[in-house]
């Protein structure tokens, strides 16, 4: 079984920084790509940044030039770093990984979120 643990959230002022991580636990085989999402009240959840295991990273116009995602493979950990943050940063971030587990199966994982709540 695989767990992901998000964590970093808090309450800051626009134009500060959080980092958030998501730590992946469990009977881990390989992570392959990681996603962060994040959901606002009363809107969809939205795709922030996403990174392959190869260590490619996309990231969605409202955070490009803000946001960088990186892992550390031997942590199995992933790291959003949030820079310049705005009210409309404000949301419960989730994070999402497809992971093979040491059974070799196949699943897609979501942690339990964490919130970030920007103040102007």
């Known amino acids: 079984q695989v767990q992901l643990v998000e964590s970093g959230g808090g309450s800051v002022q626009a134009g500060g920084s959080l980092r958030l991580s998501c730590a992946a636990s469990?009977?881990?085989?390989?992570?392959?790509?990681v996603r962060w999402y994040r959901q606002a009240p009363g809107k969809q959840r939205e795709l922030v940044a996403a990174i392959t295991s190869g260590g490619s990273a996309n990231y969605a116009d409202s955070v490009k030039g803000r946001c960088s995602i990186s892992r550390d493979n031997a942590k199995n950990t992933v790291y959003l770093q949030m820079n310049s943050l705005k009210p409309e940063d404000t949301a419960v971030y989730y994070c999402n990984a497809d992971i093979r587990s040491t059974t070799r199966s196949l699943t897609s994982n979501w942690g339990q979120g964490t919130q970030v709540t920007v103040s102007s």
């Open positions: 469990g009977s881990i085989f390989m992570i392959y790509d």
